[in-house]
């Protein structure tokens, strides 16, 4: 069932799609199609009227230029982890699936380069090469189950990125159907770019360009070593100072993920980590490079985090010790589960700097509204998840998650901060984007996108706002881990 | 094009913007543009290309003057200088970022935030030449990229004047954003063809503690490479370059084919990679340090060949690198680790022996899976010589989109990008 409000597809027009690529890669009944209804971001739903399963570039390039043709809008989606509705169909009674181009074409471990298909999953890269000491540097907490197409869609980070960038840093070149289902080769395996540069064009731009088939990836040498620790403070102000102290010093970790008391306890409570509960905030921080220097740094840092009043620093002394570190971390949005019915998770970023702000007006937009909001973030990066608990069975209460997950957005623009800083605008902010941007602005990157997608029939409804695109957000934001 | 009207021009912009903005252009400027506009701010600017567009005269922006004096065929009617939006809007050393104007030079940038032990780690040859939009126009870069990425890694925000005057933004000042299309990659490596940058937003880095470097001679560049190929593999290095003979010398390294392996961090570290670069580099390995080291440094990056008939810069997978750079009549200095060089071809007064190099270069790259791009050639030999490759037809295609779209009227610094764009 569309639940787009469009017409139903014309029957020939499927029938012509099986022939183009297959039965058994068309998927047509509702009950199956209620699975690619929503991604992360569950607050609205609303199911493809058909899927399609490519194999290759070609089918993809078939299929578009079946829907030029009739004038189909189409959605891309890779495994459905966007925390954004980014593969929502809103106006796109198609949805082009990528995850079976999953192999990863060539590796050439001298020039540090993996060729591999859209839909291969982010950390299979990673595995594949891990033997020979490299791996693929952007790392989503959904690692396991995002496709390297879905990164590229929305740029995605990872709590490593501090160090290593982001997905743009990563990709050199890729190839692209363009919505007409003509196949174009953006960049290739070489870090100059001939012409403008189209590949950074189409990394972020939130599947509006095409379809991503191919991509040409950089590898990263794995770290000589790495020291992690855990930095205990009373006040959660002194961790959110720690941090610029850090960044001050010229000292670039590979990651500082903080959680402050309200996920401490639900962390102890769940997993019993060995977090000190009475602790105002945690900072995990992890170091990494040559093994020569790395102890003078850990310890650099240990005195700059107790300078800005951490009570305790404990490093981690072997890998086991080290894991149960991250495994606090990445299991802390599991854990908030035991704490309220619902919680959603909001993606905003303020200048470093201004995280001791950020964070006290979390505190009063909490208090405001009467709710309880906690947060894990990526705090090097200035990227805060806010996570404001509800129960959606109150009606009341649920009007009031809404209103404090816009408030912080507000409150991140106003320190000179951003809507998003990994999770993509999608459908879910697409409202906020006057917040950042002008009229001017907004046209001009609605010029950018109709540069490869004149008809605008690529993932439609998504990232720059026009009238009646505006998704009228009435429950809070989603509530899956990050 | 080249009959620009330039007392009519003079006549037409002081009517517009002042007596006291516009001015003839000087040296290089004079094969750049016609005439030179000096706005004070984005609104200036915005006027000028109205301007241009209403009386469909060609304008570019201009920093040093040395891309564009290179590149264009003829001048265009309006260069604008950005001299006078030299300024450094806000700098936030806690935060890591910095927001300038696009006339600053990166030398004077990394003047003051070297006050706090940070710099923009990206270096061109003669940063006090090089503007921070001419950095971003044309996609400047040097040896630090093999560890901080280039320009298009670090810019994280701009501004730009577009067609019809339209101020426009992208990007912000935090360091991790994803909201709306990337605009400040579509304006990196631009040259100046979809608008004028007005302001520009950088990450800024720490400067490393200690600095040296390693360095050893080879008998041939397969040799060199492959030591240098087998370093960055056993080390993370502030920068890796092997250097041809002529290179060599005139960074004040002795002849042979050079590796030289940059050595960044800590006492501690350097100590360590300055003994494990030792080990590894042929018997006859030097660690230099120091001022010396850091003067050698600037050598490195300055070393743009300038009295070669040709220079050049070539990417290709860096596995790659090793055979684009033996033909005999090759200089360069190579950033192995990337599999970019900027290349020299002197072949002597013959230009057509020169540009035949050039095309066998060209198609040795090409098949590698690389491109190249032409920086400067001797003046005799320019005349019909392609600066850019032709890009692929489907992105070529794009690309001539993407080029009416953000200039509808044409005037933009156009006919010298590629294809001609």
């Known amino acids: 069932m569309s639940s787009n409000g469009t017409s139903r597809l014309d029957p020939h027009l499927i029938a012509e799609l099986r022939a183009a690529i297959g039965d058994d890669a068309v998927v047509s009944r509702a009950a199956e199609l209620k699975v690619y209804e929503c991604d992360g971001w569950t607050i609205e739903k609303a199911a493809p009227e058909i899927l399609l399963r490519p194999r290759t570039t070609a089918e993809v390039s078939a299929v578009l230029k079946i829907l030029h043709r009739d004038g189909v809008a189409f959605v891309p989606r890779g495994a459905g982890t966007g925390l954004s509705g980014g593969c929502l169909p809103l106006g796109a009674p198609v949805m082009i699936c990528t995850s079976r181009m999953n192999r990863i074409l060539a590796v050439d471990y001298l020039s540090r380069r993996v060729e591999v298909e859209s839909g291969v999953v982010n950390l299979h890269v990673s595995n594949a090469v891990a033997a020979r000491g490299f791996f693929y540097a952007p790392d989503p907490s959904s690692q396991a189950a995002c496709t390297i197409g879905g990164n590229i869609a929305e740029n995605s980070g990872g709590p490593h990125t501090l160090k290593y960038g982001v997905t743009t840093n990563h990709v050199l070149g890729l190839e692209i159907v363009l919505p007409d289902g003509e196949i174009a080769a953006l960049g290739s395996a070489a870090e100059e770019r001939c012409g403008y540069d189209l590949v950074g064009a189409v990394v972020g731009a939130e599947g509006t360009a095409g379809i991503v088939t191919r991509a040409t990836l950089k590898l990263t040498r794995e770290p000589e070593a790495r020291r992690t620790m855990l930095a205990v403070f009373n006040d959660v102000d002194d961790a959110t100072r720690a941090v610029s102290a850090i960044i001050a010093a010229g000292i670039i970790p590979c990651a500082i993920e903080l959680m402050d008391q309200l996920i401490i306890r639900a962390v102890e409570a769940a997993f019993h980590a060995g977090l000190p509960t009475d602790a105002g905030a945690v900072l995990i921080i992890e170091l990494d490079g040559a093994t020569a220097g790395l102890d003078d740094h850990a310890q650099r840092v240990g005195e700059l985090v107790r300078g800005a009043g951490a009570r305790e620093v404990r490093l981690a002394r072997d890998d086991a010790e080290r894991a149960i570190l991250w495994k606090a971390r990445k299991r802390a949005f599991g854990a908030v589960g035991r704490l309220a019915p619902n919680y959603a998770t909001q993606d905003g970023v303020v200048p470093r700097t201004r995280l001791p702000d950020i964070l006290r007006a979390i505190g009063a937009i909490a208090l405001r509204n009467n709710l309880r909001i906690g947060n894990v973030f990526h705090a090097g990066d200035g990227n805060i998840h806010p996570i404001v608990l509800y129960d959606e069975r109150d009606a009341d209460q649920t009007r009031r998650a809404v209103a404090a997950g816009r408030e912080i957005l507000q409150a991140c623009v106003a320190m000179g901060g951003s809507l998003t800083g990994e999770h993509g605008i999608g459908a879910e902010k697409i409202a906020e984007m006057p917040l950042i941007f002008s009229p001017e602005d907004l046209i001009v990157m609605s010029e950018l996108r109709r540069v490869f997608d004149p008809g605008g029939r690529a993932n439609p409804n998504k990232v720059i706002p026009t009238p009646g695109s505006c998704v009228e957000v009435s429950a809070p934001r989603r509530q899956v881990p990050i | ?421």
């Open chain 2, 1 to 421: 094009m080249n009959d620009h009207d330039a007392p009519q021009l003079v006549r037409t912009f002081t009517a517009l913007i002042g007596e006291s903005r516009i001015r003839a252009p000087r040296g290089r400027e004079t094969r750049a543009a016609s005439i030179i506009a000096e706005p004070r701010d984005a609104r200036e600017v915005a006027e000028i290309i109205r301007k241009c567009e209403a009386d469909a005269v060609t304008l570019a922006p201009i920093g040093a003057g040395r891309t564009l004096a290179e590149m264009r065929p003829v001048p265009v009617a309006v260069g604008v200088s950005l001299a006078h939006m030299a300024a450094i809007i806000a700098y936030e050393p806690d935060d890591m970022t910095i927001i300038a104007e696009p006339g600053l030079t990166l030398a004077a940038l990394n003047r003051q935030t070297a006050q706090h032990g940070q710099h923009l780690p990206a270096d061109p040859p003669h940063p006090e030449l090089a503007t921070l939009g001419a950095l971003i126009g044309a996609a400047h870069a040097g040896p630090m990229r093999h560890a901080e990425g280039t320009v298009r890694d670090l810019l994280i925000g701009v501004r730009f004047a577009g067609h019809s005057g339209r101020l426009v933004h992208g990007g912000g000042r935090v360091v991790k954003n994803v909201a709306g299309y990337d605009l400040m990659k579509v304006m990196t490596g631009s040259f100046g063809t979809l608008g004028v940058i007005t302001e520009t937003t950088f990450k800024v880095r720490p400067i490393a503690e200690q600095y040296a470097f390693a360095f050893a001679a080879y008998g041939d560049v397969a040799s060199a490479c492959a030591a240098a190929a087998q370093i960055h593999h056993a080390a993370a290095l502030a920068h890796l370059e092997v250097a041809s003979p002529a290179a060599s010398r005139a960074i004040g390294l002795r002849g042979g084919f050079t590796v030289i392996a940059g050595l960044g961090g800590s006492n501690a570290e350097v100590a360590e990679l300055s003994a494990r670069a030792l080990s590894m580099l042929a018997p006859a390995a030097k660690i230099v340090t120091g001022a010396e080291a850091i003067a050698a440094r600037e050598r490195l990056r300055d070393c743009d060949f300038a009295d070669a008939a040709i220079v050049a810069l070539i990417a290709v997978p860096p596995a790659e690198l090793a055979r684009c750079l033996e033909p005999a009549e090759v200089e360069f200095v190579a950033h192995a680790g990337c599999g970019v060089a900027r290349i020299s071809l002197s072949s002597g007064a013959n230009p057509a022996e020169a540009r035949a190099a050039l095309a066998r270069i060209r198609t040795t790259v090409g098949a590698a899976g690389g491109n190249l791009r032409v920086l400067r050639a001797a003046s005799e030999i320019r005349t019909g010589l392609e600066f850019f490759d032709q890009p692929p037809r489907a992105a070529f295609a794009l690309m001539k989109t993407l080029k009416r779209t953000f200039d509808p009227h044409g005037v933009f610094n156009p006919q010298c990008f590629v294809g001609g764009l």
